[in-house]
């Protein structure tokens, strides 16, 4: 079993590492993204106060003026003093992010794409490789890293009475080897809650199936009853969704797409996050979820993506970003040990073939002494 585990273990890093190091470089990056957006563009989030003083059809009229031919998608209330955010359409496939100061509704600067943050983001999730199954390769690679730090635990599990020893640098050991143990041990809770977390992620229908069988899961909610006529106003749609929450924050709202489209408000309560479906048209509540009517299988899916991005681990978001970078670290020490292990083993077959050979050739004997060294 540990010939065949270790060929496992060996063969998924050789093959699917590489993609693993980006995968894993990226999604350091994106732990501290808004901080790093902030540093590289301060103009985006240059406001001139925190509280948003005009409406949300206020904002969406300001963006229109300033792309042409947006549709808004959605509107992101401001956090921690920054911008109000607007995603919208334009021409062409990408998607605009609008910075709006929220006193003045002037946009700050309208980004295609997302900008350097939003291209890692696409790259992280599906490689920008959406329409060629690029979400499902990320999958696959978490299936590896999951597998991956499994196997390398089992591995590195030291005999009976060694346990203390193995805590820490063995004498006798290359650098590369040490580091692959010791980062290998004490990192590997990390690795695999990111792989397991971005499973889930990858493979969102996949996984609400498997978890419906242990538990139920509430339907997506994509597209609503649609009675036709014009969609009432997104202010509106806001007041009806508060009406039933009283005192909660506004996150943010989701405007309907299509013609069967909903509008999605996203608050926040004590009990933690709420989203409100309402009929475009009527304004009519389609549906609410909130702490009280979220089944275990709902909660267990919505913590997913806070535990993989670190946003409910608080301080400990370093761990994340630290668990991002083991990818790399791990990878290229468990090359450079494999590598020097065929080294060896040709140096060591090349020996055997020169004494097999009686050692007449004087050429021989000094290649042999040269690969000795």
Known sequence: MRRLWLQVHLWLGLTLGAIGIVVGLSGSFLVYDHEIDVWLNPQRYAVSGSEPSHSLAEYAASVRQAVPG???????????????????????????????????????????????????????????????????????????????????????????????????????????????????FYGCVVLALLAFTGIWLAYVDAGRAVVSAFSPVTPRMVEGSSPGGKPIAPDAALSAAQALYPGARVVGIGFPSGE??????????????????????????????????????????AVQRDLHTGEMLGAARLLIFLGGLLPAVLVVTGTTMWLRQRRRKYVATSSGDVAASGGENPENATAASAMRR
């Open 260 to 301: 069967r489209g909903v509008y999605r408000v996203n608050l926040r309560d004590a009990a933690g996050p709420v989203m409100v479906f309402l009929e475009p048209a009527s304004g009519v509540v389609l549906r609410r979820a909130d702490a009280s009517n979220r089944s275990g299988g709902d909660r267990f899916l």
């Open 70 to 184: 947006a549709r808004i998608v959605g509107i992101r209330m401001p956090e921690d003093g920054g911008p109000v955010i607007v995603t919208a359409r334009a021409q062409g496939p990408a998607f605009q992010r609008v910075f709006v100061d929220p006193p003045t509704a002037k946009v700050l600067e309208a980004v295609s794409g997302g900008g350097l943050v939003g291209w890692v983001h696409r790259f992280h999730e599906n490689l920008t490789l959406r329409e060629y199954r690029g979400r499902e390769i990320v999958g696959a690679v978490g299936i590896a890293m999951l597998i991956s730090a499994l196997s390398g635990l089992y591995l590195w599990w030291p005999a009976r009475g060694r346990f203390r020893e193995a805590l820490g640098v063995r004498a006798g050991f290359t650098t590369s080897r040490n580091l692959h143990y010791l980062l290998g």
